[in-house]
């Protein structure tokens, strides 16, 4: 069982930045697919950024694509999305999920979420 713990949300104007950890424990996370998803009031939870279990492959929204980020470093048990040029539309609860596959990763183990919220 792999517990997933975000941090790094919080309240940012526009175009501002925000670096969100996903700490893992509980399992090898060197094995899993990362994910980052976003949920906004409201709306569907969607995928932001993907990463291979060995941060050789990624996959981005096309909303975020060249604004964010997302990596991992599998000696710290921990997966980041780097969020820059941040937009009001950006604001929504980000999750990070653990999985397996690549490409078209399932993903088994959900964080309990970050609020982030954009200002403009």
């Known amino acids: 069982q792999v517990q997933l713990v975000e941090s790094g949300g919080g309240l940012v104007q526009a175009g501002g930045s925000l670096r969100l950890s996903c700490a893992a424990s509980?399992?090898?996370?060197?094995?899993?697919?990362m994910g980052w998803f976003r949920q906004a009031p409201g709306k569907e939870r969607d995928v932001v950024a993907a990463?291979?279990?060995?941060?050789?492959?990624?996959h981005y929204a096309d909303s975020v694509k060249g604004r964010f980020t997302i990596s991992r470093d599998n000696a710290k048990n921990t997966a980041y999305l780097q969020m820059n040029t941040l937009e009001p539309e950006d604001t929504a609860v980000y999750y990070c999920a653990a999985g397996r596959n690549w490409p078209r990763p399932i993903y088994d183990y959900w964080g309990q979420g970050t609020q982030v919220t954009v200002s403009s």
């Open positions: 509980g399992g090898t996370f060197g094995i899993y697919t």
């Open positions: 990463i291979r279990w060995n941060g050789g492959s990624t």
